[in-house]
Structure formats: structure tokens, C-alpha cells
């Protein structure tokens, strides 16, 4: 066997930039040192060793300040839950979808069925992976556009124009006509045999291409593909309705017949939402990309003809301002942050000041919110739903009540609050109606979109 000790490194190229060093002991030994001699340091470790940093970090006066009331304030339903499986978006869509259905309806706690739209999204996902797979077939395996398309395959996440265009397609269900199954509920394994079969695809498609095979040999081929992911996918969360008797008891126990549906009638007939009516707000911090231009992000989409995914980057204050203009008009708002830092779970609060992780280490953690979407610390990871805001004396936003998807049993009940200055550093994206927007943003969405890399953290999906 030959073991190897030093692996080669690229040569500075400033005279200036030091040559790497190994370390040694005495240098850890001087660590050490300085370490036991710190108090605080040792007071640190010996709190950190018996429990978790999050309860050692956690600014407890902020707990209290941040108060759970709302001047204005949308839900009186039960939140949602998606399980072990990364839904969040379809939930998100879906739970604002319903607030016209629960109404239409007069049933407090309609669920639409998530299943439904990811079966949807996992079929017209692959056929699109596949496109790109033949469309791409003159690149290498590790180029970086393929190697990325490879490895990202089948997550379960997505972003707001996708699901527009699932829902334009294909429609939606009661959850009871397509319940939850074990695999919709913990999609890991079922991802994983996705995986494997449109990877192998993949392959099968660009050696077909490779070897001349025309375009009615490679869509026979991609049909055989999109066959085997149908019939996976089916076993998995089971067969989508295509044609339904509806009907119902309201909260009153009034009974209700309404006849035979498609999913993409009934959608039509208990919401009045017209998605087509929406633009997606974001806040991309990096100055290239300039306040007041629309955005897009190459091969990122799931139904090929769909809506294309697109986002006008506009300031911060005016995401807050049209969300909060949007609650007090008595309509959820779809959006979505990076969820993780400066939250705690169990409590259910967002604040940017929660944890002074800084200050338990002794160490400086301050990054700005470009820093963070530049270095790979931060992009949105999560997508939720907001059902109410408190707004000051003068207008202002101060906290935001959140209907999340992770079940009943954290927070008010799987409400969370988000303190207002958390908005600011970790929120990505709100869906809001085009109308809303002042008169030269919405000129704006008519310019050709800036085209960002697949792999920038703008694609990112909830």
C-alpha cells in the first residue's frame, strides 16, 4: 500500500503570501496554554460539555421582549406537517391556496394534498433532468454544469414559480383523495431509487446521443425512462385521481354534494387565487445584481414550458412593506429565509440577536448578510407562510407571525414569531401580488432577466 504524506499545493503567486506551514507541537501547546489560563474560556467549556451551546448562547431577555400578540393576525386553523421530507414549499403553496378553499368551504382545517404535488413535481422533474441530460450530452460527466445536475437530482425542494406551474398543470386534491403515504411522510428512500434510475438515464441518453441515434430513437428512449420513474414513483406514494366525486360536511355539519371534478377543476372552483397575479420579491445583497433588476437562474425548473422561475431583486424595506400591506388585507403571504441561525425550535422565535454564539467562544462571528450569500453561509433553506404582523403606532413592522410546516407540537402550536430585526438578515424571498408593486417595478418584470449560474445560492431551493 502507498500512503501518502504530502499531498502538492498550488505555489503563491504574491511573494508576500507565506508557505504553508504543518503544525506543530509547540504551537498547540501554546493554544493550550492560553486556554486554561482564560477563566472565561474554562467557564465556557465546563457549561458547553454538560449541555448544548444553543441553551448556553440563548439571550433570555430577547425570549421575553419578543412578544407573541399581533395587531393584525389571519389564522385560527391547525398548522401543517411535513413530515420527514422536504416539502416545505409545496406546503407553503398549499397552505396559502387553502386560506380561499377553507373559506369557499366554511371547514376551518381543509388540507389540499401535498402528495398530490409532489407526485407531480417528481415526474415533470425528471422529464426535465432528462432534456437537460440530452441537451448537455456534449459536456463532460465533471464539468461543472453536469456534475451539478447529477448531484442535486430528485431533492424534494423548490421554489415559487415551480410550483406555479405544478399547480397550472396538474391541479390540486383533498388530502383525502390522496393521502399521505410512509414514503411521501420520509422521502429518503424513495429519492435515492429516483436517483439511481435518472442517473443511469442520464448515462443511457448521452451514450445514444454519442452515438448518433436521431430525436425519435432518443424520445423513445427518454419515454422508456419516464415510464420506469412513473411506476417507481407510483409504488412509492400511490395513483393520482384524475376524475372525482366532491363532497363534504362543513364546520356547521352542513352536508354538501357538488358533483364530479378534475384536480384541475376543482382548484379552479374553491380558490379564488390567481398565481398568474404573483411576482416573487427578493433581496440578493451582492451589488452586481442591482436593486430593481429581474433575475433568473439557468436549468433550474421542473415542468419544461412552464413558468419560468424569476425574481426582481428589490430592497429589503419594501419586501416588509407590501408583506405587511398584504396581511392587513387579510391575505397570507408564501415566503422564503434561510431558517437555521438565531432560531430557537422549541420556543418557536426568530430574533438576530437570540444566540451570542460570539460571546460564549470569545471569538468574532460578525459577517454581513452579502458576506454570508457570498461565502456559502447563507441562502434560503426553508419556505413558510405568514399569517400575521404587529405593526407599530406609526405603521411600521415589528414581528411576524409564522404558520409553519413541522407539525403542532413546538411554538404556539406550529405558529412560530419572527422579530422583525431577523427579517432583515435571513429572509430571501416573499410572494406577492404584481399589482402591489410601485409603477417602475412593475415596468421592471417586463426586462430580460439577468441569467445567474445553476450553482448560485439565488437557486437555492426550499
Known amino acids: 500500500m502507498t500512503v501518502v504524506t504530502d499531498i502538492p499545493h498550488a505555489p503563491a503567486t504574491d511573494p508576500a503570501t507565506p508557505e504553508r506551514t504543518q503544525l506543530d507541537a509547540e504551537q498547540v501547546a501554546r493554544w493550550r496554554a492560553q486556554f486554561l ?16 451551546i444553543d441553551e448556553v448562547a440563548l439571550n433570555r431577555q430577547r425570549v421575553v421582549e419578543v412578544r407573541r400578540s399581533m395587531s393584525h393576525r389571519l389564522d385560527d386553523w391547525e398548522a401543517t406537517n411535513q413530515q420527514k421530507s422536504g416539502r ?51 459536456l463532460a460527466p465533471d464539468d461543472r454544469l453536469v456534475a451539478f445536475l447529477l448531484d442535486q437530482l430528485m431533492g424534494d425542494g423548490g421554489q415559487w414559480n415551480m410550483e406555479v406551474s405544478i399547480f397550472a398543470r396538474h391541479g390540486a386534491v383533498p388530502k383525502e383523495l390522496m393521502p399521505e403515504t410512509e414514503s411521501s411522510s ?25 452515438d448518433g441515434h436521431d430525436a425519435a430513437e432518443l424520445a423513445q428512449l427518454k419515454d422508456r425512462i419516464l415510464a420506469d420513474t412513473h411506476r417507481i414513483l407510483t409504488i412509492h406514494l400511490g395513483v393520482p385521481p384524475t376524475e372525482f366525486e366532491w363532497q363534504w360536511n362543513d364546520d356547521d355539519n352542513a352536508f354538501h354534494r357538488a358533483g364530479t371534478f378534475t384536480p384541475q377543476s376543482f382548484l379552479a372552483e374553491y380558490t379564488e387565487i390567481d398565481l398568474a397575479d404573483y411576482v416573487c420579491l427578493v433581496d440578493d445583497p451582492r451589488p452586481e445584481h442591482p436593486k430593481g433588476a429581474t433575475l433568473t437562474v439557468a436549468h433550474l425548473g421542473n415542468v419544461v414550458g412552464g413558468d419560468p422561475v424569476r425574481y426582481l431583486n428589490v430592497d429589503i424595506d419594501l419586501m416588509k412593506q407590501i408583506a405587511a400591506q398584504t396581511i392587513v388585507a387579510g391575505e397570507p403571504v408564501w415566503f422564503g429565509c434561510d431558517v437555521g441561525p438565531q432560531m430557537a425550535r422549541a420556543d418557536g ?16 462571528l460578525a459577517t454581513t448578510k452579502e458576506q454570508r450569500v457570498r461565502y456559502g453561509e447563507s441562502a434560503m ?8 404582523v404587529d405593526l407599530d403606532a406609526d405603521g411600521a413592522p415589528r414581528r411576524w407571525r ?4 413541522w407539525g403542532t407540537d413546538k411554538a404556539d402550536k406550529g405558529f412560530y414569531t419572527m422579530d422583525d430585526s431577523w427579517f432583515d438578515e435571513y429572509m430571501f424571498e416573499v410572494v406577492v401580488r404584481k399589482d402591489r408593486l410601485p409603477a417602475e417595478l412593475r415596468t421592471a418584470l417586463e426586462a430580460e432577466p439577468l441569467v445567474l449560474d445553476a450553482w448560485d445560492p439565488m437557486g437555492a431551493l426550499a
Open 186 to 210: 420520509n422521502t429518503a428512500r424513495m429519492n435515492a431509487a429516483l436517483r439511481t434510475l435518472l442517473r443511469r438515464g442520464g448515462r443511457t441518453l448521452r451514450d445514444a446521443v454519442a
Open 349 to 364: 422565535l426568530w430574533s438576530a440577536d437570540l444566540f451570542d454564539y460570539a460571546g460564549v467562544y470569545g471569538v468574532d
Open 37 to 52: 489560563a482564560d477563566p472565561a474560556a474554562v467557564r465556557a467549556m465546563n457549561a458547553v460539555t454538560r449541555t448544548t
Open 88 to 138: 416545505c414549499w409545496l406546503f407553503a403553496a398549499l397552505n396559502l391556496l387553502r386560506s380561499d378553499a377553507r373559506r369557499i368551504l366554511h371547514v376551518k382545517n381543509f388540507e389540499f394534498s401535498q402528495n398530490h404535488a409532489m407526485y407531480w413535481d417528481k415526474i415533470e422533474r425528471a422529464n426535465y433532468f432528462l432534456g437537460d441530460m440530452i441537451d448537455l450530452a456534449g
Open 402 to 405: 409564522v404558520e409553519n410546516s
Open 381 to 388: 433553506t426553508h419556505a413558510m407562510l405568514f399569517t400575521g
